[in-house]
């Protein structure tokens, strides 16, 4: 019985999962101004709903660069954590690949892990909101968009990225 | 959830030939006697299959730690790392270069880690080279190649598990597992005809028996392997001859239906091999973690041949208590194994000289953090029947910071002990609790419910419920400074004294400062900072009871709070995790996240079952906090926390709030810093008076807890809409470098800090004026 019920729970879990991507799906179009119809069922995974940021440098720099020893004579840190530190820029990577493979949730998964390594990333919630946006999860979207904007300081273009992740779940809601 | 029925070797039923024995006649006379036997037969056939076809064991479910992330710029202390190394069980090793083992030379460690499955992906083995400076992970590369690495991953530890109720555990293998020496050992060692009976070895047992009479005692025994696991499996521990026939019966049904191979690994799962406490150890899987603390598959010749030589009596040739004996029955093991040609002389001395290699018991169990998994149960019994959380064998990701829960509970013990000792207080008068958890995702790193940290019982972080005092403070200058057109940290307050009526009774309420003395006009900053009661009476009446309290909510108080004048100074009991829970939301800036202590649940198999998604929601605007949490710095370093705070290094940015509950009975600490937000309760359990104060009491433990986990160095930076102005201490007003001694720089809300400058600035300026107009003079002189 007990174990009916964990089957019935992934069975449940498998739907969700299907239901969110394909919740993903009809959200693709959101940086065209098309009007909002019922999109045909896309077979091949489409890029995601909102342009992330660029970030500042190339990836493959800055995974070289921290590796080195940092100067004693700086023990402070910098006020501002760095925001494209080698291992969020890693583990973005690794979800940008997988969110393009259609794995929504492991995308998710690797966001949330550099969030976790990095609460102040203010780049990686801006990932994290997209992602939600995509999985159709509009509050999770806007809550951690707003997040992004907490630790963006000052930084316009992430600012105006946040912005339109939250003028989409407007229009979506 | 069966395993049989997914097994290719199941061998279909009826697959042997039917022979009748009994003449006809003999059957119409016995037809009575032979029906009842043949029902008692079919009867024992239906448990058996039964039982071997269902699911054959409840596994507990398995409770792991967070994973320690390795990245160049961690925040990570030597001493810490090595802990966890430890308590990962990974053993410390001169080069490190065995799989599951380490090594360190003052900051520099290199580790051999294994191979896990983390509820978000597989992380492969490494072999690591990290060197550590000044708290933090300075660099991280591949031993082997020396490349560097941007990200690794440690496995996490096993804090606990939920157990079945007989407490057994195991880690299912399968046969394909095993080390050939170890199934070929057991079949040498216990049944050597193994291959060849049909689950009764009646020369076996003649065997025996020959042996038994010449030896004049039991040496040998004549069950088969079969036997054996139907006692195991199906029968309880009676010794009666009726016991033996059913034990033959069943064995012979079970060698019916199910192939060898089936048998010999549900026996290697089954096999009691030692006993944790009260936690029994069973099958190979679980004992090779137990002993040698590696996976079945990477067993030793010699590591096998111990397994084997331990079944016979887990306790007796205990490898831990009874080494010498242990060593002498693995070394008959290898004997046995060598004379029946199934090694090689040369590798059978080799294992013989090698020593036992059992690793020290593992410091896991049941009851290692029970109150930390108490809040995970409660997480998941939202979701989840408690009986399935005991036998489906889910393996559960929690939030647990082992380093967090190791320093909490030792600064909690540390603690009272010496206030108790120093204070000379009735012993074991005092008690405690902790909860810690992590700015940004509201992560429960740490639970302690009780001095007896392993006691599993009344869990005091989440039970206990006394009135807050003074932490509830925050919320009220809050609800005051989310209007900053009134209301900033230097709008001087009336710190005065009042009489009020209590709502539903004519009681009148005169509210006292701590130090009965009223201090007349304060800034907002020094009333929170020094706890004035009468400021604050003042203002939240000022406020509104409902507002103060509208803002406890919004902050993620779900308890029903009477609308009590008293109630702004805390007189409404509350729970240390309710507190955590308020304060989390200030340290996240208003941003409010429900504390949780799972990340996520995977099946047996390791089939994500449920995600518990990071989550967020913004409920105040973050300027706002930002001025709260300001004025909560100032409070631990020169309010009512300095004494303590002097103790903690000051590039730490941390704040809080002491709170101290009438005639000295509750002391608490709630605070955070940029890493973790700590709150601490210290009190008696039946309420009687202690004499601490927050300060005197829980903010020991906290600073202790804190200085220890927060690594973090330096000022975080303000949000925008707040500038920084220099005030004059005495007025409030602007002052500038002519106020050097009085002036503080303070955060405004923009546009919101004073326009007037202070004296002091005035006569600077004027100053400077005199001074030009003096040498101006001089010019015409």
Not at chain 1, 32 to 47: C, G, Y
Not at chain 2, 579 to 608: C, H, I, N, S
Not at chain 2, 764 to 772: M, Q, R, S
Request: include cysteine; charge should be positive; hydrophobic fraction near 40%.
């Amino acid at each position: 019985m007990a174990s009916q019920m964990i089957k019935s729970r992934i069975r449940r879990y498998l739907l969700v999962s299907i239901t969110m991507v394909a919740a993903g799906c009809s959200n693709i179009p959101l940086q065209t101004s098309r009007p909002a119809q019922p999109q045909p069922v896309q077979t091949q995974p489409a890029p995601p709903p909102v342009q992330p940021v660029q970030p500042a440098q190339p990836p493959t720099q800055p995974t070289v660069q921290p590796v080195q020893p940092v100067q004693p004579a700086q023990p402070a840190q910098p006020a501002q954590p760095a925001q494209r530190s080698a291992v969020s820029v890693q583990l973005l990577a690794q979800a940008e690949t997988l969110q393009q493979g259609g794995d929504l949730s492991g995308a998710i998964a690797q966001v949330e892990r550099a969030v976790r390594i990095e609460p102040r990333n203010a780049y990686a919630w801006h990932r994290l909101a997209t992602l939600q946006l995509a999985a159709g999860d509009l509050n999770r979207a806007e809550q951690f968009a707003r997040r992004s904007n907490q630790y963006a300081a000052g930084d316009r273009e992430l600012i105006e990225a946040n912005q339109k992740v939250m003028d989409e779940v407007r229009r979506l809601r | 959830m069966s395993k049989s029925s997914k097994d290719p070797l199941r061998r279909t039923p009826s697959s042997k030939p039917r022979r009748r024995l009994v003449p006809a006649f003999l059957l119409a006379m016995l037809l009575p006697a032979t029906v009842a036997f043949v029902m008692y037969v079919l009867y024992l056939d239906h448990l058996v299959q039964q039982k071997f076809e269902g699911k054959r064991w409840s596994i507990p479910s398995r409770v792991y730690a967070r994973a320690l992330e390795l990245y160049p710029q961690a925040p990570l202390s030597a001493e810490a790392l090595q802990t966890e190394l430890q308590l990962i069980g990974y053993q410390p090793s001169s080069d490190g270069l065995a799989p599951g083992s380490y090594s360190r030379k003052g900051n520099t460690f290199v580790i051999s880690s294994r191979a896990f499955t983390h509820w978000d992906g597989e992380e492969p083995a490494h072999s690591l080279r990290l060197t550590i400076e000044s708290n933090r992970l300075t660099t991280l590369t591949n031993k082997r190649n020396g490349q560097a690495l941007t990200l690794a991953r440690l496995q996490p530890m096993q804090i606990g598990s939920i157990y079945p109720a007989q407490k057994e555990d195991r880690i299912l293998v399968k046969l394909s597992d095993l080390p050939p020496e170890l199934i070929n050992g057991l079949q040498a060692v216990e049944d050597r005809r193994f291959q060849e009976h049909h689950g009764i070895d009646f020369s076996g047992i003649a065997r025996a028996a020959w042996s038994n009479l010449r030896a004049g005692h039991v040496v040998q025994g004549g069950s088969t392997l079969t036997q054996q696991l139907v006692k195991n499996f199906y029968l309880d521990n009676e010794r009666t001859l009726w016991r033996k026939v059913n034990e033959a019966l069943m064995a012979l049904l079970l060698e019916y239906h199910y192939s060898k191979n089936d048998i010999l690994e549900a026996y290697a799962n089954e096999i009691y091999l030692g006993q944790d406490g009260a936690r029994a150890i069973h099958g190979f899987g679980l004992a090779a973690q137990f002993y040698f603390n590696k996976p079945v598959q990477e067993l030793t010749l010699p590591e096998s041949a111990m397994l084997v030589a331990i079944l016979r009596g887990p306790t007796y040739y205990d490898p831990r208590r009874s080494s010498k004996r242990a060593l002498e029955r693995r070394n008959q093991i290898i004997d046995t194994l060598l004379a029946d040609g199934l090694i090689k002389q040369e590798k059978a001395l080799r294992a013989k000289q090698t020593s036992l290699g059992v690793v020290p018991k593992p410091v896991r169990g049941t009851g290692l953090h029970p109150a930390f998994i108490d809040l995970v149960k409660r997480q998941l019994q939202k979701d989840y029947q408690e009986e399935d959380l005991r036998s489906e064998g889910l393996r559960i990701f929690t939030t647990l910071d082992p380093i967090a829960q190791r320093s909490a509970e030792q600064a909690l013990v540390r603690w009272t002990d010496k206030l108790e000792r120093e204070r000379k207080l009735k012993r074991n008068l005092l008690q405690g609790s902790v909860v810690i958890s992590r700015v940004g995702s509201g992560e429960v790193s740490a639970v302690v419910g009780g001095r007896d940290v392993r006691f599993d019982g009344f869990n005091r972080a989440l039970d206990i419920r006394r009135p807050i005092g003074s932490l509830v403070k925050p919320a009220l200058y809050l609800t005051a400074l989310m209007q900053p057109q009134t209301y900033t940290l230097t709008t001087l307050l009336n710190d005065e004294p009042l009489q009020l009526k209590q709502p539903g009774n004519d009681k009148i309420w005169a509210p006292e400062n701590y130090d009965r003395i009223s201090h007349g006009a304060v800034p907002l900053i020094d009333a929170l900072a020094h706890s004035y009661n009468l400021a604050a009476v003042n203002l939240g009446m000022a406020l509104g009871v409902n507002q103060v309290i509208r803002t406890l909510r919004t902050l993620g108080i779900e308890a029903t709070i009477p609308a009590y004048p008293s109630v702004l100074l805390g007189a409404v009991d509350l729970s240390p995790i309710e507190m955590a829970q308020m304060y989390q939301t200030l340290a996240d800036q208003g941003f409010y996240t429900q504390l949780r202590a799972v990340r996520e649940v995977l099946t047996q198999d390791g089939k994500p079952l449920q995600h518990f998604a990071m989550d967020t929601e913004q409920r105040l605007s973050v300027p706002h906090v930002y001025l709260v949490n300001y004025a909560l710095r100032e409070a631990l370093r020169n309010g009512t926390g300095a004494n303590v705070a002097q103790r903690i290094p000051a590039d730490i940015e941390l704040g809080g709030k002491t709170g101290t509950t009438n005639d000295l009975r509750d002391s608490w600490f709630a605070g955070f810093g940029s890493e973790y937000v700590g709150v601490v309760w210290m009190g008696s359990d039946d309420n009687k008076v202690t004499g601490l104060t927050g300060a005197s009491g829980a903010l020991q433990v906290w600073a202790d807890i804190m200085s220890r986990i927060s690594l973090s160095r330096g000022e975080q930076p303000a949000p925008m809409d707040i500038e920084m102005v220099r005030i004059d201490r005495s007025t409030g007003l602007r002052a500038d470098n002519g106020c050097d001694d009085s002036a503080r720089l303070l955060p405004f809300i923009s546009d919101t800090a004073p326009t007037e400058d202070a004296l002091c600035a005035r006569s600077a300026i004027e100053d400077t004026f005199n001074g030009l107009f003096d040498s101006m003079k001089g010019w015409f002189e």
